[in-house]
């Protein structure tokens, strides 16, 4: 089952604006990673928060972590076209058990920024 | 090498033949997963090696998807009788499990398109 839920699905903007994604998931973690994948490639990491922070930032990127809510949000700021991919939150399993290193991986948003 | 690399970018089979999907992780990069994707989907977990060894070989869909991992780094998948449904891009990635975090590299994908 996916532990990860993504809104939006789908996001349109236009460069210059913000754009705000969401990730849900269900179980404790121990980290929180953001992904991003252009149309028929592999997936690139772009951020990874753990679960002791609260707000990580990484040049346009900025995101959020919430346990209480096991919630996070990714935040681009000043959209590019070249920012134009799909992105998906993702989390690991607990150190020390087998599942380590496996990932789940959310739904994904789609954003388009136009330019 | 530099990256994760994948052989064959793509795939075309008839319905009931076997297939091999080839992985070749970033140098000295002890784990090594494979995920897949539908279309418009997000990623499902498959397999994953820790050396030669596959720990979580909980997402392998059925006894026709069978993965295994020779001398710590090529990987392949191998997925017989294929039938429509498994149409899908297959993704792998490798990471440095002595490193606390899961950060993993991933390979451009097999597109496999079964007829």
């Known amino acids: 089952s996916q532990q990860g839920e993504e809104d939006p699905q789908a996001l349109s903007i236009q460069e210059g604006e913000n754009a705000t994604m969401n990730c849900s998931y269900k179980?404790?973690?121990?980290?929180l990673q953001w992904y991003r994948q252009n149309s028929g490639r592999g997936l690139v990491h772009l951020i990874l928060?753990?679960?002791?922070?609260r707000e990580k930032h990484s040049g346009r990127l900025r995101v959020t972590l919430d346990t209480s809510k096991k919630s996070s949000s990714l935040l681009i700021t000043a959209s590019r076209a070249a920012d134009t991919a799909s992105y998906f939150c993702?989390?690991?399993?607990?150190?020390?058990?087998?599942?380590?290193?496996?990932?789940?991986f959310g739904q994904g948003t789609i954003l388009t920024v136009h330019p | 090498g530099a990256g994760v690399s994948q052989s064959p970018s793509n795939k075309v089979t008839e319905k009931g033949k076997d297939v091999e999907l080839r992985c070749d992780p970033i140098?000295?990069?002890?784990?090594l997963y494979w995920y897949r994707q539908s279309l418009g989907q997000g990623l499902e977990f498959l397999i994953y090696?820790?050396?030669?060894?596959?720990?979580?070989k909980s997402g392998l869909p059925s006894d026709r998807f069978s993965a295994e991992r020779t001398g710590g780094s090529v990987s392949t998948l191998t997925i017989q009788r294929t039938q429509q449904e498994d149409s899908a891009v297959y993704l792998c990635?490798?990471?440095?499990?002595?490193?606390?975090?899961?950060?993993?590299?991933f390979g451009a994908g097999t597109r496999l398109s079964v007829l």
């Open positions: 179980t404790s973690i121990n980290n």
């Open positions: 928060i753990r679960s002791n922070e």
């Open positions: 993702a989390t690991g399993g607990n150190a020390g058990g087998t599942s380590y290193g496996k990932l789940t």
């Open positions: 090696f820790q050396g030669n060894s596959a720990p979580d």
């Open positions: 990635a490798s990471s440095n499990r002595t490193q606390a975090k899961n950060i993993q590299y």
């Open positions: 140098s000295g990069h002890t784990a």
